[in-house]
């Protein structure tokens, strides 16, 4: 047997965690959706079609950086009456494309590694970001149980994810999310501020020169009685 040097370096190099706790309920799963990521591609693309992606604008009349679109029975929505979650796509007034099981059999699969065991996600909101797009710190309360946690996948290009505290002002740490990271953020870590830095120029070898992250969420009344 004649090892390659990468045998080498795959033997002796001390390989970091997969998977790292980064609040008291909220884990950074790195790599877990990368052998999956051709048929979330495939169906993300049908989804794209449907219902494509759009600068939608903010209740202060600001078009957002990142642009937007979703699956599931509820999608994520802000004009300028506000935010929330809408059954139906105001582009095209049809209900918006159905989850797809790849997307919720993943969710589940990253949920049930931090604990939350048996997530079934209504809502899946998709963001792309292309160099520049960025997301100023906000807190996530539009959905109706914050018992149910969310779970994020990235895709393309990297990102530095911002992980604040439970007020605008307290500091943040800064999580480099790469293709095919995921995170699940739930119980008392749910209300945490959170942000993405402007990201930066870059050509990802499979999605080109945009990051794209799809978030399930639990938007509507809670599975559990
Ligand atoms: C932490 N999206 O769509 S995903 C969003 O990368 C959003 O596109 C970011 O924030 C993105 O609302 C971050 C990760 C995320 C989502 C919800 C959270 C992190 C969270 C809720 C609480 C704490
Ligand atoms: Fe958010």
Request: glycine share 10%.
């Amino acid at each position: 047997m004649q090892p390659t040097t990468l045998d080498l370096f795959a033997d002796t190099e001390p390989q970091p965690p997969r998977t790292e706790q980064i609040g008291e309920q909220s884990w950074w799963l790195r790599g877990f959706a990368l052998p999956c990521v051709d048929p979330l591609l495939a169906a993300l693309d049908r989804i794209l079609s449907e219902a494509p992606l759009r600068h939608m604008m903010t209740p202060g009349g600001f078009s957002m950086s990142v642009a937007t679109s979703s699956c599931g029975a509820l999608g994520w929505i802000t004009d300028r009456s506000g935010y929330r979650y809408s059954p139906v796509d105001p582009l095209s007034q049809q209900p918006w494309p159905a989850m797809p099981a790849a997307f919720s059999d993943l969710a589940q699969a990253a949920a049930a590694e931090a604990g939350f065991a048996g997530f079934t996600p209504d809502s899946c909101l998709i963001n792309r970001y292309v160099p520049g797009a960025k997301m100023s710190l906000h807190q996530d309360k539009d959905e109706k149980d914050y018992a149910e946690p969310i779970v994020s996948l990235s895709l393309g290009l990297p990102a530095t994810f911002l992980f604040g505290g439970f007020a605008r002002a307290d500091g943040t740490r800064r999580i480099p999310l790469l293709h095919g990271d995921m995170v699940i953020w739930g119980g008392v870590d749910r209300l945490r501020y959170h942000g993405v830095l402007p990201v930066k120029p870059g050509l990802h070898p499979r999605l080109g020169e945009q990051r794209l992250n799809l978030t399930f969420r639990c938007a509507g009344s809670s599975r559990r009685i």
